[in-house]
């Protein structure tokens, strides 16, 4: 999937973090993917036609919030995520103009109540203006008609033809509406019994539920997915599973539980490609790749079993061969095709190494299934206190590389940006404050540590060593200080009351 934005600026401190827990990294991007929407989304479809051999028909589906009736949407736009896509060619003509609708099942049972109650109202200053012009036409050349005359309205797109049938009916009990070919609505006067009779037509045009049917664009092949029940495959895919929640099933709920609970009822098998090469590097003297392209390119290096007989056969469908021919980083249903090609490569460089015979001549994709138990399920987990979140059971513990903890001497009034920036220089850390004068630093490098230990070992306003729970803590401290004035007062009285006795 392609967004308008990956990580929202509000509010501060947005960004991922080595810091963030499973649950701390879901709650901003919940907030993020609340900001941005989908603006393509690439499904490719493995078909395994005979023995080890895949045919691939790979779609690109440019998307667009649905604006039909009362329906508005407002998202935001990343000036660099739009500079990044426009850069790789993007068509934001294609999705401004002609990108399929969707929606959620919230803003659907919004729609059908307005639908049903008749009370057909525009929220589009573009299509209002459509409409006053259609209804002055019609208005001004109803006066002088006779029944069973015709008149055609022209140049109407997309939900203009309903919405301009659905207003003009409303308004008029005189006339009647059907579309005419492509951008055209034909506008007959009819009597009022004639009326009533072609509206309980089963071939009606502007049922409700075609309506509906249409509103719901994309969303009624999401819903076909979900029903197919088949794996679902993507590569670092987090947020593409927030987004499939958030704008084709239900809002984010605020419980990350809730989340992960949904996702795996409507998707039972997930495989992330991410969590699997992750895992090969370490197994394979690989070179250390993570963008798609250049891990699809290394496991179809001509170096890697290039005898193998029973290594998958991948072909394209006649009607997607552009991909075969032309590399197209970035636009969703070739990354949907590298995806699925990845998982199959991957799955068969894991059975050859889990057998110490050779592989039989067509391994079926049920071995490979099997070969992959251990990856099922498991999303990757970007920078984080965790390798990946667990969407059919309990996450792992969150375990971090040693902290540091930075304390600030006759530096006064540092700010969480300024410490970041002063090591930043060196190494990647992450950074968060501790108290007034100290902060933590946290990276997933163990040479990045050793270097900070090493060279501000005597440096005259940061004093860096390594975090130490009961030394360190705030609330620690705060306990000791406290049973410290504790244990005093007790002295303190038991030597005074005491001395009378004595």
Known sequence: MEFTGLHSSCPEN???????????????????????????????????????????????????????????????????????????????????????????????????????????????????????????????????????????????????????????????????????????????????????????????????????????????????????????????????????????????????????RNIHILFPVLIDTKTITKSIWKKYPFPRVSNLLEVYEVLCSRNLNPTDPASPVITLASDCSRYAEKKSPHEAGYDAFLCGSVLLKSAHLLLCRSTDDAVEADPSFSQYLTVLAEYLNKVNFIRGSVSSINFSGEDASCQHLPLLVVHVQGWPGLNERQIYQEFNAFCCFDVRRLSKNQFLLLSNKFKDIRHVLRDYKDHPHLRVSVYRHWKHSPSVNCLLQVSGIVVLWSVLAFVLGGAPCS
Not at 19 to 27: A, V
Not at 29 to 49: D, H, K, M, P, Y
Not at 152 to 172: I, K, N, P, T
Not at 194 to 217: M, T, V, Y
Request: aromatic letters at 12%; hydrophobic letters at 40%.
């Open 14 to 260: 947005n960004e991922p973090s080595l810091f963030d827990s499973p649950m701390e990294r879901y709650l901003k991007a919940r907030q993020s993917v609340q900001r941005f929407t989908v603006t393509q989304l690439g499904l490719a479809i493995f078909s395994n036609e005979n023995s080890n051999k895949y045919v691939v028909h790979s779609y690109n589906f440019y998307l667009f919030p649905a604006t039909l009736g009362v329906m508005d949407v407002e998202f935001t736009l990343s000036a660099s995520s739009i500079q990044f896509l426009s850069h790789y060619g993007f068509d934001y003509n294609k999705f401004l103009k002609d990108g399929i609708p969707y929606m959620n099942e919230e803003q659907e049972k919004i729609f059908s109540q307005h639908l049903l109650a008749g009370s057909w109202k525009v929220s589009s200053d573009l299509d209002r203006d459509v409409l006053k012009k259609a209804i002055d036409e019609v208005t001004c050349w109803i006066a002088a008609a006779e029944e069973d005359d015709t008149m055609v309205l022209h140049d109407l797109s997309g939900y203009q033809m309903f919405e301009v049938q659905l207003v003009l009916r409303q308004a008029l009990q005189n006339v009647w509406t059907q579309p005419l070919g492509d951008k055209k609505v034909i506008v007959k006067k009819v009597s009022f019994q004639h009326r009533q009779l072609l509206e309980n037509s089963p071939h009606d045009c502007c049922q409700k539920e075609l309506i509906l049917l249409s509103a719901r664009g994309f969303t009624n092949l999401f819903q076909t997915l979900v029903k197919a029940k088949k794996p679902l495959v993507g590569h670092n895919m987090l947020m593409d599973l927030m987004h499939l929640h958030d704008k084709f099933y239900k809002p984010l709920p605020e419980s990350y539980e809730e989340f992960k």
